[in-house]
């Protein structure tokens, strides 16, 4: 069983930035893609930005050119660089993992919200 730890949510004025990480508790050597979901209130949880085991990442329109995600294996950890937010990023963002088509993990969320 692998757990996902978030952490770098928090409150910032619209145009500001924040740096999320995401750190799996074991070593992972194979996977699917690693990255980040994020649930508004009263909308559906959307992809934000994964990247795979080659590191070729694959990003929301609605981010690009603001958000980049990278990822240092040795750390088992994935990082979202979030620059110029606005309101429209507030939301729960969610780090996940899958591995395989029947093995798919989530961590606990966390907050981003931006003012404006």
């Known amino acids: 069983q692998v757990q996902l730890a978030e952490s770098g949510g928090g409150l910032v004025q619209a145009g500001g930035s924040l740096r999320l990480s995401c750190a799996a508790s074991?070593?992972?050597?194979?996977?699917?893609?690693m990255g980040w979901y994020r649930q508004a209130p009263g909308k559906q949880r959307e992809l934000v930005a994964i990247?795979?085991?080659?590191?070729?990442?694959n990003y929301a329109d609605s981010v690009k050119g603001r958000f980049t995600i990278s990822r240092d294996s040795a750390k088992n950890t994935v990082f979202l660089q979030m620059n110029n937010l606005n309101a429209e990023d507030t939301a729960v963002y969610y780090c996940?993992?899958?591995?395989?088509?029947?093995?798919?993990?989530w961590g606990q969320g966390t907050q981003v919200t931006v003012s404006s």
């Open positions: 996940t993992l899958k591995v395989s088509t029947r093995s798919e993990y």
């Open positions: 074991t070593s992972i050597f194979s996977f699917r893609f």
């Open positions: 990247i795979n085991s080659g590191n070729m990442p």
